[in-house]
């Protein structure tokens, strides 16, 4: 019998209050493999992910992650949200928001221990940022916030990593190289990747597939075939790349 | 200052006062982290109405109180998180409506005007012999459970979701420092007042954040200057005679106002 997918989604519908964001969305992410999804505003990216997370529960359809319900802390995911935000000057260190990518593993009213404080030492060095332990996550650039998050999410040593538009303001340069970043790191840690992102041009140059949502699944395949389909252009409203008769 | 200590109203106010600056400093680290300033004030304000059910109903106005404001902080709480308005409007409907009761429910009794300042603005004559057992009780515990759960409210502070991702139980977690807040303001009613209480929950905090340069720091200053506040703030109100609250939120903003001025020379 062979090994389940990394995520399987299959005819999942999802509604705040009466308004179905997912109608049902059917795609699977192969273990090992770096997938991003993609879509207009309000296609339901980041309710999927929600969903993923366990921190929504889906009107109907099937939802798995390596076979198991979403929320099972048995098979822990990596989550890079698209910013946090703390109040203006507060004084949290880089070092401390990394620690709290361990509280999940330690539990209740267990405290941080010297294995963990490694572990966050090893990530910071991982994504590049072994230098800035200390520093105020506050003052660091929109990049360097992104790639702390990253190493937050890899001290819970997931399996899966979900990030939820994770270079949403940033520059191209940045973009690319925090791309670039998690490409290494999908490589090098055996990590699944799936990211949520409106960034078609860099994604689909790293990543193994793209999955159009737009409530349901649009297109699904390699970035190359997705960038072209007519799907991509019906959804973000775009002429479709070979398609001469339409109007900007 | 050794006459100062020698009545016993003041030393029970400097005990209950010290506990409740550590206990408070320690909440405003939170209150601050994540912005909840604005609940503070209408937990506080909403205690008045607590005070005056307790007086009508001819139970203790302390325990109406405690009950009344956890009560608003739960549905403040509740509101905020699953209703269609706002936080910040539910406290906007919550604080006018609770204190209004309290002043309403204050004018059908007429002999207990006399103790409103006081619960107003802080009176360190109110605490009672049997008032500093519980008063203290309530701090350690409060104090407690923030150290107990630190880090859980630390991560959800700082990034909700990714918290409730971990497994960290958010709901019960964010009852709970509602119900710690809640408890707290009513302790510290006596001491520092009503009105002037939600300053008690943000002053220490900002004061920490204005010099330090990490988390502990911050927590380091803000309980030492909330202490240097309720100590200092209560010797002023026994020279001068002034109410309690008045002198410790004076003495804690003066506090403030230098911190940030030596923060902004060394350039933190």
């Known amino acids: 019998m062979s090994a389940p997918p990394a995520v399987l989604v299959r005819d999942l519908v999802f509604a705040y209050d009466r308004e179905a964001v997912l109608r049902g969305a059917t795609f699977t992410v192969q273990v090992g493999s770096f997938a991003a ?33 979403p929320g099972d802390r048995s098979r822990p995911i990596g989550y890079v949200p698209q910013r946090v935000r703390l109040p203006a000057g507060f004084p949290l260190s880089v070092a401390e928001v990394v620690l709290m990518g361990r509280y999940g593993k330690l539990g209740l009213l267990h405290r941080p221990k010297t294995a963990d404080r490694v572990h966050v030492a090893e990530a910071l060095v991982r994504v590049g940022m072994g230098e800035q332990a200390s520093r ?41 190289r925090f791309y670039a970043l998690v490409c290494d790191l999908q490589h090098s840690h055996g990590l699944t990747v799936l990211c949520a992102s409106h960034d078609l041009e860099v994604l689909s140059e790293h990543a193994d597939r793209l999955v159009l949502l737009d409530g349901d699944v649009r297109a699904d395949g390699p970035p190359s075939v997705v960038l072209e389909s007519a799907a991509l252009a019906r959804a973000y409203a775009f002429p479709a790349p070979h398609d001469h008769t339409a109007i900007p | 200052m050794t006459d ?56 203790s106005p302390m325990l109406a109180a405690t009950v009344f404001s956890v009560g608003v902080a739960w549905v403040i709480g509740w509101i905020a998180a699953h209703g269609r308005i706002s936080e910040d409007t539910a406290i906007g409907v919550f604080f006018p409506t609770a204190m209004a009761l309290g002043v309403a429910l204050i004018s059908l009794s007429p002999t207990y005007r006399q103790d409103l300042m006081g619960y107003l603005f802080g009176n360190i004559l109110s605490i009672r012999p049997a008032d500093v057992w519980i008063l203290a009780a309530l701090a350690a ?28 139980p958010a709901e019960a977690l964010r009852y709970l420092l509602l119900t710690v807040l809640a408890v707290t303001v009513v302790a510290s009613m006596k001491l520092v007042g009503i009105v002037l209480m939600s300053a008690f929950l943000v002053i220490p905090a900002a004061t920490g954040q204005a010099v330090a340069r990490s988390t502990h720091g911050m927590l380091t200053v803000a309980v030492v200057s909330s202490l240097v506040s309720v100590v200092g703030g209560l010797w002023l109100s026994w020279l001068w005679n002034l109410p309690s609250g008045a002198s410790i939120v004076l003495l804690a903003a003066a506090l403030f106002f230098a911190a940030f001025l030596a923060g902004r020379r060394r350039g933190r």
């Open chain 1, 37 to 69: 999804l993609i879509g207009p505003n309000g296609a339901g990216k980041s309710t999927l992910l929600r969903v993923l997370l366990g921190l929504l529960r889906p009107g109907s359809g099937v939802v798995q992650v390596f076979g198991g319900p």
């Open chain 1, 136 to 176: 105020r996550f506050s003052e660091l650039s929109g990049g360097q916030q992104q790639r702390v998050l990253i190493a937050r999410a890899l001290v819970g040593e997931p399996l899966l990593l979900l990030l939820d538009e994770p270079t949403a303001g940033l520059d191209p340069a940045v973009r690319a």
């Open chain 2, 4 to 59: 100062f200590l020698a009545y016993g109203f003041v030393q029970r106010a400097l005990i209950t006062g010290a506990l409740l600056g550590v206990s408070c400093a320690v909440l405003a680290f939170f209150v601050v982290l994540r912005r909840m300033a604005f609940i503070g004030v209408g937990i506080s304000h909403a205690a008045l109405g607590g005070v005056a059910l307790g007086v009508v109903l001819g139970i």
């Open chain 2, 141 to 168: 515990v409060s104090l407690g459970i923030l150290a107990l759960f630190f880090k859980e409210f630390l991560f959800l502070g700082v990034d909700e979701e990714a918290a409730r991702a971990a497994g960290i």
